[in-house]
């Protein structure tokens, strides 16, 4: 993925960052530019203050710019978006908001801005690996990128020669066939990259200027601002559009016993990577679609320990696997505690990644 890094207008709130998103395509000529006027006060204690600086001047003075957009939307994969804070809703005229403080944070195009704040992860209900559940705290903001990599994403990695096509898949199960691999399929340049190993994920996002995401990152991020066992909240069955499963649209591939009864996404496989609806955070398929890699080592007694800032295991043999698929159909397939692990030498259909980027 190739563009030019933006600046974003960040607040603080409290001693937590509270974050928005951007992301804005440019070209050799332009670098738009987003500001979000809001009102300062003094710095509050302990909060994170400026997190990183401007990585390049912005020349075209925003609201006059190519890509302005209305009061209180921001421009973004091509279109102009509400961007309210801790999951609030644009009515209009505006956004109501707690006093905050302004910080200038660099992003990059087509990812998230994650502020940093606490959250409980694991489950106390869910198998022994989740349990105990407990708080951990993202002390500083991250950037993940809004979508699985895609295709074409991948593409752009392995013409210069970093990364490398993948291998024909040779197991036997029907659904781990090539037939269900993206890679080289010219109406899947804007599906998931899957089929892919865990080195390879991790050369892509180096390659990228970016890293594979903690385990820690990636459940904060995809339970967003949302409170209850799932990516959208608590409710079940899934809403609509919330992402790509295991559903009716795939029971004559997997079967009826494989697949969420009454859900429809419209897809028997893969789908787009902005298919689905984009939660809280700005983030979009983390619950479906693809599995997605990260960048820790596995342990079934990983929980034990509750580390409370920013775990990150490095020892061990397996690599941990987060999220659902599509052929995922089950409702604790889907909660967004749920963790499994891969050999990273392990390849699927079902499986892909995201990248995050550390802001410092």
Same mark, same amino acid.
């Given at each position: 993925m190739t563009g030019s890094r933006i600046? +974003?207008?960040?607040?603080?709130?409290?001693s937590l960052a509270v974050g928005i998103w951007a992301a804005l395509p440019t070209d050799a000529n332009e670098t738009p530019k987003l500001t979000v006027k809001l009102p300062t006060s003094s710095q509050p204690a302990g909060s994170p203050g400026v997190v990183g600086p401007p990585r390049? +001047?912005?020349?075209?003075?925003?609201? #006059?710019?190519?890509?302005?957009c209305? #009061?209180?939307?921001?421009?973004? !994969?091509?279109?102009?978006? *509400?961007?309210?804070?801790?999951? /609030?809703?644009?009515?209009?005229?505006?956004?109501?908001?707690? @006093?905050?403080?302004? *910080?200038?944070?660099?992003v990059a195009p087509g990812m998230a801005w994650?502020?940093?704040?606490?959250?409980?992860?694991?489950?106390?209900?869910?198998? %022994?690996? !989740?349990?105990p559940s407990h708080y951990v705290t993202q002390r500083w903001p991250f950037a993940l990128d809004r979508t699985e990599v895609s295709v074409a994403d991948f593409g752009a990695c392995v013409r210069v020669g970093v990364c490398s096509a993948p291998a024909p898949m040779t197991a036997s199960d029907p659904l781990e066939s090539d037939l269900h691999c993206n890679w080289a399929k010219e109406t899947h340049e804007k599906h998931p990259m899957n089929c892919v190993d865990w080195n390879a994920a991790r050369r892509y996002c180096e390659w *990228?200027?970016?890293?594979?995401?903690?385990?820690?990152?990636?459940?904060?991020?995809?339970?967003?601002? =949302?409170?209850?066992?799932?990516?959208?909240?608590? /409710?079940?069955?899934?809403? #609509?559009?919330?992402?790509? $499963?295991?559903d009716e649209s795939s029971r004559e591939l997997q079967g009826d016993g494989a697949v969420l009864s009454g859900y429809?996404?419209? $897809? %028997?496989?893969?789908? @787009? +990577?902005?298919? =689905?609806?984009?939660?809280?955070?700005?983030?979009?398929?983390?619950?479906?679609?693809?599995?997605?890699? +990260?960048?820790?080592?596995?342990? @079934?007694? %990983?929980?034990?320990?509750? !580390?409370?800032?920013e775990p990150l295991l490095t020892t061990g043999t397996d690599r941990v696997v987060r999220g659902g698929s599509w052929r995922t159909g089950?409702?604790?397939?889907?909660?967004?505690?749920?963790?499994?692990?891969?050999?990273p030498s392990w390849r699927s259909t079902a499986l892909g990644?995201?990248? *995050?980027?550390?802001?410092?």
């Open positions: 600046l +974003v207008n960040c607040c603080i709130a409290g390049r +001047v912005l020349k075209n003075g925003g609201a #006059a710019g190519k890509h302005a209305p #009061a209180g939307q921001a421009f973004s !994969e091509g279109h102009c978006e *509400a961007m309210c804070m801790e999951g /609030k809703k644009w009515d209009g005229k505006g956004c109501s908001a707690a @006093p905050i403080d302004i *910080a200038w944070v660099a994650i502020r940093g704040g606490s959250f409980l992860m694991g489950s106390e209900s869910g198998p %022994a690996d !989740e349990q *990228a200027g970016k890293r594979l995401p903690t385990e820690a990152e990636w459940e904060y991020a995809a339970r967003g601002t =949302s409170e209850g066992d799932f990516v959208w909240g608590a /409710k079940w069955p899934p809403p #609509a559009d919330v992402g790509n $499963f295991a429809t996404d419209h $897809f %028997a496989t893969t789908s @787009p +990577v902005r298919a =689905s609806r984009t939660n809280t955070f700005g983030v979009i398929g983390m619950s479906g679609n693809v599995q997605e890699w +990260v960048e820790d080592a596995y342990s @079934p007694t %990983a929980y034990v320990k509750g !580390e409370s800032f089950t409702r604790d397939g889907l909660r967004a505690a749920t963790r499994t692990s891969q050999p990644f995201r990248c *995050a980027m550390t802001l410092d």
